[in-house]
Structures are given as C-alpha cells and as structure tokens.
C-alpha cells in the first residue's frame, strides 16, 4: 500500500468511491455526526449569512445541505472536489443557490481565484496530506479568499486518548499551521480545539484586513 507521504492525496477517496459509490463513506469520516460537529464550528465562527462561501473540497456537498438545514442565509455556494463522480452526485441533489466543479485544486488553484468568494472553507480536506502539501493548498486558498479563510484538520496537540489515527489520516503541526496563518493575516487568526474530546480535531480561521 502507497504512504500517506508519498500517494496522492484524492487516492483514498476514489478508493471508498471504487467500493461503496457516494455513500457518505466517501467523505472518510467516521459518522455524520462529527462531520457536522464541524460544520457547526465553522458556523459559530464565521459570519455566513449573505456571503459567498467557497468548500474547497466539498465531496457530496454536505456543507451545503447542512446550511439549508439550519437556515443559514448564505448568498451563494461554490462546492469543489476533485472526484467527478461525488460533485455529479451533489448536482443531483439540486439545492439551492449552489454551484459545484469538479477540479484538481492541488493543479488548478486557479478555480479558486476565479470563484472571487468571500470566505473559503476546508472541511477534512486536509487529512490526507502530508504539512507540505497542506500548506501548498492553503496559500492557494489565502491568496483567492476575499475575507476569510477558515480550515479544520486532524491535531498533533491531541491529547493521549484522542483517537488513533491510521492511514490515510494524519496529524498535522498545530502550531506551525498558527504560525503561518498569523503571519499571512497579520495577526487576525482564531483557534479552536475544544469541541472534541481531547482536542482530537482544530479549526483556524485567518481574516483578511
């Protein structure tokens, strides 16, 4: 089996899709539950309603349906993913005000710069990537972002008991990641690692001045 150092970082998802289709397993989390526990945050911590809002990384457009869910006014949704076959699946949800493109954002971070949207989302996206590539992907997202950028990934500050993460999965640098967001933003960065239980997951949000 390929690393996660060195296997591209959409493998794992076209690998669920080969076997089990757009079932939610595609996403790679472990239950809707914590899917939407993140969700939540980004909610809590961003100011959606009438925005433009970019899910870089969307798989079946799950954040969408979620917001509608909940009544969160957002202006328009731009959903993207590199797997074709789960952004034709969240077309055929048909939600409203949603727009979603299949694209590679890792070879063409150009889609996120002519989307113009105000905040930029990553929801998982992340977990698959080793620090380097992760970083790659999120000066692309800083750089097309108008406001805010807001990123959720697996934490290397977890406590013992957290969940064990196995392959595909990876930790990433806490406080390296916070370095660099308040270093592009000036400062104007949030962090949050308290909404699982020993700080299994974190959130960053990075506002433009």
């Given at each position: ?7 591209d970082?959409?493998?794992p ?55 509608i ?12 993913d ?15 005000n ?21 905040v930029?989302f ?18 692309s ?6 406001e805010t ?42 962090l ?7 700080g299994?997951?974190?959130t960053?949000?990075m506002?433009?001045?």
């Open positions: 089996m390929p690393t996660k150092w060195t296997d970082p959409l493998d998802y076209r690998r669920e899709h080969a076997q089990r289709g757009s079932a939610f397993s595609v996403t790679l989390w472990n239950t809707p539950e914590s899917q939407q526990k993140r969700f939540r945050v980004l909610k809590e911590m961003v100011y959606l309603p009438g925005k433009h809002l970019l899910d870089a990384g969307c798989s079946r457009g799950d954040l969408a349906a979620w917001l869910e909940h009544e969160t006014p957002y202006g328009r949704y731009t959903g993207v590199g797997l074709e076959e789960v952004i034709a699946f969240a077309r055929r949800r048909d939600l409203p949603t727009t979603f493109v299949a694209a590679d954002l890792l070879e063409r971070p150009e889609v996120l710069r002519e989307a113009g949207a105000q930029v990553l929801s998982g996206t992340l977990n698959t990537m080793d620090f380097a590539t992760a970083l790659r992907l999120l000066e997202c800083w750089a097309a972002c108008r950028l807001v990123f959720n990934f697996l934490s290397d500050l977890a406590g013992p008991d957290a969940p064990p993460q196995d392959y595909p999965a990876t930790r990433l640098p806490t406080l390296e990641l916070l370095d660099w967001a308040a270093r592009r933003a000036s400062g104007d960065v949030q949050r690692q308290d909404y699982f239980r020993q299994h997951d974190a960053i949000v506002r433009k001045p």
